[in-house]
């Protein structure tokens, strides 16, 4: 998985972290 691409997409955008993964099809 990239799960260390949505993690750093995550930190980026903290405030809509989960919405932003379950965009990504996370």
């Not at 998985?1 to 955008?13: L, M, P």
């Amino acid at each position: 998985s990239n799960v260390n691409k949505y993690s750093f997409n995550a930190r980026i955008d903290n405030a809509n972290s989960q919405l932003y993964w379950y965009a990504q099809g996370y």
